[in-house]
């Protein structure tokens, strides 16, 4: 089974409109509560998705499903699972059981409160929320048949060596990891403020995730290169029009992306990077 885009938007905001609730109670105060509690709650999803859905979920989730293959009998672990939609996707159109771990408490609530509303579209869930350090994973060796971690490990600060040690441990043989995260040919500085962000080298992947474990790519994917990268910019007149965000990003989605894998294959002028390891 494959999704497109639109599977994930729509998919998006039937999840943030079950965690509607939630947001609504947290921000309250804030100038877009205030706004929301004017809107409907299907105006205020919208605005939900075109904040926090863009351009590298919608091309790392649907490359993840080709990736991970979900099966009904599979047990999956979400590392860094965040307020994504990606989990419910999976349980509603794939069946597996799927655990979620955060460091952070409020990824955890959110995912909660959406699960608690959702359940209906699921047909029951099988989604457990553990709150958990990605560096010391509370599960016994060889509990997992898959793993991912999407857009989560270049948040890690330091060890960052033990988490694909803690992947290995945890996976089944003949299992299967996917990680995304983001990606430059020549090193770069981490980004600090608001938060910790490292972009991974080759070298980077090789010395942190290959060496500490013995896992192995089995495939690997470049994406953001050239042409999207240029329609990204700051300056970009399609950031410039009416709801400028929701248009460069969902417009890119569906076809610049696709451009740069025709045309620029070997190209690693990249943003981001999924790998897809096997032990």
């Given amino acids: 089974m494959s999704h497109s885009l639109g599977s994930f938007v729509i998919w998006h905001a039937k999840f943030f409109k079950a965690r509607f609730p939630l947001l609504i109670l947290e921000r309250s105060g804030t100038l877009k509560a205030r706004i929301a509690s004017k809107l409907s709650s299907f105006a205020f999803v919208l605005a939900l998705v075109a904040v926090e859905l863009d351009i ?23 590392i860094g699972c965040g307020s994504s939609c990606f989990p419910t996707f999976l349980c509603r159109f794939y069946g597996p059981e799927i655990i979620l771990i955060d460091i952070e408490v409020r990824s955890l609530k959110m995912q909660y409160t959406a699960e608690k509303n959702i359940t209906h579209l699921n047909n029951g869930t099988k989604i457990h929320l ?134 620029l294959k070997q190209d690693k ?3 981001g990077c999924i790998l897809k390891l096997t032990n």
């Fill in 130 to 263: 553990v709150r958990a350090d990605a560096r010391y994973l509370p599960f016994r060796k060889k509990t997992f048949t898959k793993i991912y971690s999407i857009s989560s490990i270049e948040h890690v600060p330091y060890g960052e060596n033990m988490v694909s040690e803690e992947i290995e441990r945890v996976l089944r043989d003949g299992g299967v990891c996917v990680l995304s995260f983001p990606y430059s040919a020549q090193p770069k500085e981490p980004q600090t403020v608001p938060y910790y962000m490292k972009w991974y080298t080759d070298s980077d992947v090789e010395t942190n995730i290959l060496e500490p474990s013995n896992l192995k790519i089995s495939e690997k994917y470049l994406f953001e290169k050239r042409y999207v990268q240029l329609l990204l910019q700051p300056d970009s007149y399609l950031r410039m029009a009416s709801l400028g965000w929701i248009i460069t990003h969902c417009f890119i989605g569906l076809f610049f992306h696709k451009l740069d894998d025709s045309f």
């Fill in 269 to 271: 002028n990249a943003n």
């Fill in 56 to 78: 590298a979920r919608l091309i790392e989730y649907p490359k993840a499903i080709s990736y991970l293959k979900p099966e009904k009998r599979d047990r999956i672990l979400d």
